[in-house]
């Protein structure tokens, strides 16, 4: 499928240029790839020597389904170089981490840090008409501060008058500015850079129209045009969107938990009525984006962003709830038993059936149980290792455990209950995610 994919790709109308990606994580990598294969002649920078070695041999350093191909594709037909020091080109697509500062003060701050140190990377390597897209999720402004940074590094490219005398009419700069969000999901990376609409802000209408061009050249989807506030605060916006409606969810799962009802039959019922259409519960929310985004609204509109800070709160509370939960289930077996239990803990990741662990709950909660001296089975089907735990093989882990908490419905999880149930026989089943009521 994902060759038939690439061949499509590859097979479309030529394209000329060179793009210069900075930043060769989850999103970096599968766009250079993506547009190598399209035909740019693309330069991937990546500060960590490492992540560079492994792609100029054709390989990957991040799970991702199709990606491997791509990125093979892409290094032997020697349109994908990767270094740790940018070069010229047409196009600058940024795409290094924006994570918060944890300042210790109850509403994390945006660090938009390496988002200013790739800019300052890139400046002496731009040229007259080129466009510099800023795709790393960003607070509301970031966009027009990349463009500051770059005016202070290189004023010459910010006259209103051209190389050739002319005059820039509706136009700051030299070159174009624009920030275009990346809203793909994890595991469907490679169809949804092509498939999804985009959305497209630029500092002044004509750096939207300049970036939106380079989009449609490999996007399929719609390229929608905007300012870059507007482009900025809509990806926040959609992530907080998803974060409001997964606290209800959690929300809902703690008061049925009070009650004694089921809250995944609850669902099922409720979501009966037309119109409504409640979401899965789980352990919290993770991953770099839900988790994180709903903050860099948060933290610069403190008065007005009041549910979006709830649910955030909610979300980080379920997490601390289940390990209430685990622990307690922990301490009965041990006056029923005059021994500690051990607790497999299923899953790691942030959700289900990928490998990233950024900001998971399911980690959290591991590592919170570990740090109580609680005797736990880390298991993670996505991951062999991982240096603060040993990972251990999910049917071992369910032999060996009393308890087995589910954090994460992974797919492997699934089928266990649906095909090995003998497995569990005996064994004290925590469900927080629905594994059981998935399957
Ligand atoms: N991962 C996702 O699913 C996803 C989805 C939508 C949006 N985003 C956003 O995209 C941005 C990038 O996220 P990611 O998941 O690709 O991050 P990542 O951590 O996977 O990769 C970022 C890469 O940038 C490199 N880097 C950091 N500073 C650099 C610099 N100055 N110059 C060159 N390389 C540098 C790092 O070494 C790393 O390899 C973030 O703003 C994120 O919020 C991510």
């Known amino acids: 499928m994902i060759n038939f994919y690439l ?16 930043g060769l994580g989850y999103i970096g990598l599968p766009t250079a790839a993506l547009l190598a294969n399209r035909g740019y002649n ?37 349109r994908l170089k990767a270094y740790t020091e940018p070069k010229e080109a047409d196009v600058f697509i940024i795409a290094v981490p924006t994570p918060f500062h944890e300042n210790g003060y109850d509403i994390p701050t945006p660090n938009i840090d390496y988002v200013i140190s790739a800019t300052k990377s890139i400046a002496k390597y731009i040229k007259e008409g080129n466009i510099v897209i800023l795709e790393s999720t960003s607070p509301v402004g970031t966009t027009e ?72 050249t490999f996007v399929s989807g719609e390229v929608l045009i905007t300012n870059s506030k507007t482009a900025e605060l809509c990806k926040l916006v959609e992530n907080s969107f998803r974060d409001v409606n997964i606290a209800f969810a959690n929300e ?40 994180v985004d709903p903050w860099f609204i ?7 962003a009041k549910l979006i800070k709830t649910a955030r709160e909610v979300n980080n509370y379920k997490t601390e709830w289940v390990i209430e939960k685990i622990k307690n289930e922990a301490l009965k077996f041990e006056l029923k038993n005059k021994r500690k ?59 060996t455990a009393d308890i087995i908490v589910f954090l994460v419905a992974h797919k492997e999880f699934k089928s266990l209950i649906t095909n090995h149930q003998s497995l569990l026989t005996n064994k004290q089943i925590l469900d927080f995610c629905g594994v059981t009521k998935l399957s």
């Not at 463009?147 to 005059?167: D, M, Y």
């Open 7 to 22: 061949k499509s790709i590859k097979n479309q109308p030529k394209v000329h240029g060179s793009v210069c990606v900075i």
């Open 42 to 78: 693309v330069i991937g920078v990546d500060v960590n020597k490492k992540v560079v070695d492994i792609i100029n041999s054709g390989n990957i350093h991040i799970k991702e389904s199709g990606l491997d191909t791509f990125v093979r594709a892409a290094v032997e037909s020697g």
């Open 145 to 216: 501060k990349v463009a500051e940074i770059l005016a202070q590094e290189r004023p010459e490219l910010f006259k209103t008058v051209n190389s050739e005398g002319k005059k820039n009419a509706n136009h700051q700069s030299l070159i174009y500015i624009a920030h275009c969000p990346e809203r793909v999901l994890p595991g469907k990376i490679m169809n949804e850079l092509v498939e999804n609409d985009r959305i497209v802000g630029g500092i002044d209408k004509i750096s939207s129209q300049k970036a939106a061009s380079f989009y449609k």
């Open 252 to 291: 809902l799962s703690m008061i049925c938990d009070k009650y004694g009802i089921d809250v995944w039959e609850l669902r099922e019922l409720a979501n009966r009525h037309p119109r409504v259409n409640i979401l899965y519960p789980g352990v919290g929310v993770g991953g770099h984006c839900i988790a």
């Open 298 to 304: 948060v933290a610069d509109a403190k008065k007005e």
């Open 341 to 399: 239990p051990i607790i497999a803990c299923m899953g790691l990741a942030f959700k289900p059936d990928i490998d990233d662990l950024r900001e998971s709950p399911a980690l959290y909660i591991t590592r919170a149980l570990k740090q109580d001296n609680l005797n736990i089975l880390a298991v993670e089907p996505n991951i062999c290792e991982y240096e603060e735990f040993e990972i251990i093989d999910y049917t071992t882990a369910i032999e």
